[in-house]
């Protein structure tokens, strides 16, 4: 079999995503930069362990295949490992929602396809459950000029997503407009969905189809939003005021400390119960067009389309070059994961 490295495969989503390639029968590599946490690892699965800083990735790649990033914040290690995939012929995916890492590695493009190399980025539940569905919506309906996405998870999260958050403490939003993004405030706008069990408020949230729904369908102006409870949506709003002290060094060093000492994830029993609805609206000034996904909990869902991505990428079917998951594999990608189902209205 292709070789295998994932890298950052003793964090939360990393972990699973590691055991889950074990009992298919796959042999990967397990990388990271803590030796101890990588060998302790290997020891349990019976894999080969590769330690290694991000930055430091060209020389460890060479015998690699594919790498798959599951070390966030992918703002720090998305970058230096897809340029040593470049220097190496190594295919590169991960499993980000981070808008920046996807407009970065799409600059890549080029060079990629001069290396016959697939750069994929968001492989996880960012952001093939969304992007998938921006591409069955622009097949509804081909002229639309407006794209909404949006979700409504039940669960927790990871060490790795809330320090991710963390970092756009501060940040504010991001939407695009006529084709390209624009910065606006935290929880610019809000509105009332029906996401598929009743309807919610939402606000816009920086997810990453801002970047990879254009690229996947050409629809010039985009917004994703998050169903949020009251509290959450006051929060992202007091950002506007102490936006200023979120995004100091002091504040987020302390910030992610928290998260380290506090936070485990879901255990097995939630990522079982829990489910997300997806929610997408195409519009082209005269007509519209409204289509849901109901899908598993969001870190089972990364488990399973990160792991089926990685393959059908070794087994040829996606092209060279930057690639997003409905752009490589189609809209019908998602429906191939146990437990997701699509409704048009």
């Avoid at 968001?122 to 998938?132: A, I, M, N, W, Y």
């Avoid at 910030?255 to 994830?265: A, E, F, P, S």
């Avoid at 849901?292 to 991505?309: F, M, N, Q, S, W």
Wanted: some cysteine.
């Amino acid at each position: 079999m292709s070789e295998v490295l994932i890298y950052g495969s003793y964090g939360y989503t990393g972990d699973r995503i590691a055991r889950a390639a074990v009992e298919r029968g796959w042999n990967p590599i397990l990388a990271g930069r803590t030796a101890s946490k990588v060998t302790e690892q290997t020891d349990e699965l019976g894999c080969r362990a590769r330690i290694f800083e991000a930055d430091d990735a060209a020389d460890r790649l060479h015998d690699v295949d594919l790498v798959l990033n599951c070390a966030g914040p992918f703002s720090q290690t998305a970058a230096p490992l897809a340029q040593a995939c470049l220097q190496t012929g190594t295919h590169y995916l991960d499993i980000t929602g981070e808008v920046g890492v996807f407009t970065r590695l799409n600059g890549m493009n080029e060079a990629a396809a001069e290396e016959g190399v697939t750069l994929m980025p968001g492989v996880g539940f960012d952001v093939v459950p969304t992007d998938c569905l921006a591409a069955h919506l622009h097949e509804r309906l081909p002229d639309a000029k407006t794209l909404s996405l949006g979700f409504d998870a039940v669960g927790s999260f990871s060490p790795g997503t809330l320090k991710t958050a963390v970092e756009g403490l501060g940040q504010g939003c991001v939407v695009r407009r006529e084709g390209h993004l624009k910065q606006v405030p935290a929880a610019w706008k809000t509105r009332t969905v029906d996401f598929g069990r009743g309807r919610k408020k939402a606000t816009t949230v920086p997810w990453g189809d801002v970047a990879t729904a254009y690229y996947t369908t050409g629809i010039p102006n985009i917004e994703v939003y998050a169903a949020l409870p009251r509290i959450a949506r006051t929060l992202l709003k007091a950002e506007r005021t102490f936006g200023g002290v979120l995004d100091s060094d002091v504040a987020q060093s302390g910030l992610k400390w928290l998260v380290d000492r506090t936070v485990d994830g879901p255990d097995d029993e939630e990522l079982e119960d829990g489910f997300v609805w997806v929610w997408g609206e195409a519009a082209d000034g005269y007509d519209s067009a409204v289509s849901r996904l109901r899908t598993p909990h969001t870190y089972k869902l990364t488990v399973e389309t990160a792991i089926l991505a990685t393959q059908r990428v070794l087994d040829g079917d996606a092209p060279v070059g930057y690639q997003t998951p409905a752009g490589a594999f189609g809209p019908d990608f998602v429906l191939e994961i146990d437990g997701v189902r699509r409704i048009d209205d």
